[in-house]
């Protein structure tokens, strides 16, 4: 009986002690994901059972948000906490992380951490000795090399930039979009992933980018949780970016819709397999229960080059925002209100739904929260806040507005309420609670509250100014 009672003891302070442990950290960004864009949301036909089961696990942000309406600037944000017009990264392919930002691997390895990124960058360039994607290799670009092993990673196996979501290292047909005329089909695409300074992968490259990317990331976890450290795993998924295109396995699963939609759905759901397979490892080594997991995308779906200006889904840009207004490169909520999910058992309750705004800049300082680091020691201004008060049900309101920038356009969101602006026109005021789609402009009903919001985008902005000319550093 003593022996049977020592053994209980033994085990409640083992189980104590593990949800006491620090805990491992996932970020996955899948790209250019619409807002209706998973089965959790409601979609008539894509299959994604395993988002929709850590949907279900944790907790659904109904009003999430990327903090740039293309790539980069959301992958900023994320990195740093900071919007990414605070160090010259104005849209995809401007501007590179700086060397005087503090990035998510950087912070965390403070308290000891084994780092790695998987996938898209999008941060910098990757290369100096050949051409590579937009900008690697190019001397006029040699400004811009700042990639992830410069940056807090410990280990690396990433792109400068978008890759096809199939064979992602040959150029495939120009029916799968945003292929360069001057590439031949079967031919090298230019994007390579590399692991290292002068170190381009060549093995294990042919099928499913979801499937190659995973392939990395699970020796990482693998041989971190071997080595008892705590792991960062940044995972940036290309798909379902242009040009999209899948295997025969996952357009299988949508017959009897057309081929446009059998590769978009098909590249989504491959990838939704290895949420999954991620998922599943994490039960396998048993450390699920203490694995903070994020889930999103970098901004709202794409449009295809003939229907630019249109809010529909065509060709392979089958991309959904489920009735909201605008799509990728737009501050409307159809370019910047993505999926969001965030998972850990040990933590969050099964079925939480949080319906306060937040966003992709919140990352950071939640982080630092739940690792006991203060950011502030860092004297730079953030532009997000922590989300455990919010997952956890203790505020219920917005304490810091979320701002955007994007070429011409900047927006502000307080809550219910989202200033809209356009450089040549009038701003826009929206209550979003009761009109999600943007349809009635409330700037002369409500003065008040519009002049409000005006003043404290005008305060931001001017904090971001002062960040961009380097006074934060």
């Not at 081929?259 to 490892?281: M, W």
């Not at 409330?442 to 961009?468: E, I, M, T």
Request: aromatic fraction near 10%; include cysteine.
């Amino acid at each position: 009986m003593r022996s049977i009672f020592g053994f209980f003891f033994i085990s409640v302070i083992f189980l104590a002690c593990h949800r006491n442990q620090t805990p491992n950290i996932i970020l996955i960004m899948a790209d250019d994901q619409g807002w209706g864009d998973v089965g959790y949301n409601g979609h008539p036909h894509l299959k994604t059972p395993h988002l929709d089961e850590m949907a279900q696990n944790g907790a659904v942000f109904t009003r999430f948000y990327s903090a740039g309406s293309v790539c980069s600037p959301t992958r900023a944000s994320v990195m740093t906490g900071r919007h990414p017009a605070r160090m010259g990264i104005c849209s995809a392919n401007c501007g590179h992380v700086r060397a005087q930002e503090i990035t998510l691997a950087e912070m965390v390895k403070e308290k000891g951490y084994r780092t790695g990124h998987f996938g898209k960058w999008h941060l910098g360039t990757l290369t100096r000795d050949i051409t590579d994607a937009n900008r690697g290799g190019k001397k006029e670009n040699d400004i811009h090399y700042a990639p992830p092993w410069d940056h807090g990673f410990d280990v690396s196996f990433v792109t400068e930039s978008k890759v096809p979501t199939w064979d992602p290292m040959i150029t495939p047909p120009q029916s799968a979009e945003d292929v360069k005329a001057t590439l031949l089909e079967g031919g090298p695409f230019g994007t390579y992933y590399w692991s290292g300074p002068g170190q381009r992968v060549t093995q294990n490259l042919q099928g499913d980018d979801s499937r190659i990317i995973m392939d990395r990331v699970i020796p990482f976890i693998e041989e971190t949780v071997a080595s008892q450290k705590a792991f960062l795993s940044v995972i940036w998924f290309h798909t379902p970016h242009l040009p999209v295109l899948t295997g025969k396995k996952y357009r299988s699963l949508y017959t009897d819709l057309s081929e446009d939609q059998q590769h978009y759905y098909g590249a989504i759901s491959a990838l939704d397999e290895q949420v999954g397979r991620l998922r599943n490892l994490l039960k396998r080594l048993g450390v699920a229960d203490n694995t903070l997991i994020f889930y999103t995308s970098d901004n709202g779906p794409e449009t295809s080059k003939e229907v630019r200006d249109k809010n529909i889904p065509y060709g392979r840009a089958q991309g959904i925002t489920k009735g909201l207004r605008g799509r990728k490169r737009s501050l409307y909520e159809g370019g910047i209100r993505v999926p969001g999910i965030v998972e850990w058992p040990d933590k969050i309750s099964s079925g939480t739904r949080v319906d306060v705004p937040c966003f992709t800049s919140d990352y950071f300082p939640t982080i630092a929260h739940v690792l006991g680091i203060d950011a502030q020691k860092y004297q730079r201004p953030y532009d997000g806040e922590n989300l455990a008060p919010y997952w956890n049900k203790k505020k219920l309101k917005r304490t810091k507005p979320l701002a955007f920038q994007f070429n011409k356009q900047y927006a502000l969101i307080d809550n219910d309420h989202k200033l809209y602006g356009l450089s040549d026109q009038a701003p826009q005021l929206y209550d979003l609670g009761k009109d999600a789609r943007e349809e009635n402009d409330l700037s002369s009903v409500q003065p008040k509250k519009f002049k409000g919001l005006q003043a404290l985008y005008r305060d931001w902005n001017l904090s971001v100014q002062n960040s961009n000319a380097g006074r934060d550093y």
